[in-house]
T-cell receptor, first 111, second 115 residues
Framework: QKEVEQNSGPLSVPEGAIASLNCTYS??????FFWYRQYSGKSPELIMS????GDKEDGRFTAQLNKASQYVSLLIRDSQPSDSATYLC???????????FGRGTSLIVHP | EADIYQTPRYLVIGTGKKITLECSQT?????MYWYQQDPGMELHLIHY???????EKGDLSSESTVSRIRTEHFPLTLESARPSHTSQYLC??????????????FGPGTRLTVL
């Protein structure tokens, strides 16, 4: 059974701070990693995908992948109240390429 | 931007009714998926399809069925709705992008309440 673990939170950070969201996974054969943002009552929307070890930056977002330690993280710089949402980590491996989702981490950015 | 649509957005029905949740995408994606999500909980995969005439059951035991007669259309049917089916149903589609795996795009969801 493939597992993707996230701290459910909530993670509370002040506006302008860096929010750090973490995700661990159990399948060593995992190849693709995704971060989705989900506002309350809405559907998930893709923020970033990462496939290789290291960092990938896109605006205020940076995804970090460490396959040896089986974790992937998402950093949000200059956090804004509009970033308040649940962040879902998804992981998939070869074969079916069906991603497994974590339960998500609730982020609250307070003014 | 992904173009994936779900109807209805909200549905309240009585126990025992047959319902069909519609999902359509205009991107020509081969793969489509149905997820069930309760508030504050994780996504559970209930059905997926690799293409026309292909359907598979997901991780979550479900009393629903799906069909894939056209690439763009992936409806979900509940033959006899029960209160335990009350949930949000999310449809997604994806396209294989070279050496990387599929990126999923989600529809807006259908919130189903069974009385």
């Amino acid at each position: 059974q493939k597992e993707v673990e996230q701290n459910s939170g909530p993670l509370s950070v002040p506006e302008g701070a860096i929010a750090s969201l973490n995700c661990t996974y159990s399948d060593r054969g995992s190849q693709s990693f995704f971060w989705y943002r989900q506002y309350s009552g809405k559907s998930p929307e893709l923020i970033m995908s990462i496939y290789s070890n290291g960092d990938k930056e896109d605006g205020r977002f940076t995804a970090q992948l460490n396959k040896a330690s089986q974790y992937v993280s998402l950093l949000i710089r200059d956090s804004q109240p509009s970033d308040s949402a649940t962040y879902l980590c998804a992981v998939s491996s070869g074969g079916s390429y069906i991603p497994t989702f974590g339960r998500g981490t609730s982020l609250i950015v307070h003014p | 931007e992904a173009d994936i649509y779900q109807t209805p957005r909200y549905l309240v029905i009585g126990t025992g009714k047959k319902i069909t949740l519609e999902c359509s995408q205009t991107m020509g994606h081969d793969k489509m998926y149905w997820y069930q999500q309760d508030p504050g909980m994780e996504l559970h995969l209930i059905h997926y399809s690799y293409g026309v005439n292909s359907t598979e059951k997901g991780d979550l035991s479900s009393e629903s069925t799906v069909s894939r007669i056209r690439t763009e259309h992936f409806p979900l049917t509940l033959e006899s709705a029960r209160p335990s089916h009350t949930s949000q149903y999310l449809c997604a589609s994806s396209v294989f992008q070279g050496s990387s795996t599929d990126t999923q795009y989600f529809g807006p969801g259908t919130r189903l309440t069974v009385l």
